[in-house]
């Protein structure tokens, strides 16, 4: 899991990364990205009940993509990132997502 140093955690945080219009698309995810002056990176996850009914499902999703992000997103890059699941997905397609998140990961310029 990642430290609380690196998550979003309230609705102001999430909000000004919505606010730049930065955003990414693939077929499983909305990428919204915004700098920061914080000198880390801070990931918040969204899984809407519009895309997955099940809460379980739902936390599989979100701790899939923290531990992906752990482990694949560069540390030079200091930004704040909300990942929105638009389409769900399940063990079977993990090496997918990684794929797609890391693929997402290299895009982002600020």
């Keep these: ?3 609380k140093k690196n998550k979003l955690t309230n609705a102001d945080e999430f909000s000004s990364v919505f606010s730049t219009k930065n955003r990414l698309a693939s077929p499983h995810f909305f990428l919204h990205f915004k700098s920061n002056e914080k000198k880390e990176f801070r990931l918040g996850c969204i899984v809407p009940k519009k895309v997955e009914k099940k809460a379980v499902s739902r936390n599989y999703m979100k701790r899939v993509i923290n531990e992906i992000f752990k482990a694949e997103f560069p540390l030079d890059l200091y930004v704040d990132i ?7 997905f399940t063990k079977e397609d993990f090496t997918l ?3 797609e998140l890391n693929k997402l990961f290299s895009k982002i310029q600020l």
């Design 1 to 3: 899991m990642l430290n």
């Design 82 to 88: 909300v990942l929105r699941v638009k389409q769900i």
């Design 97 to 99: 997502i990684k794929l």
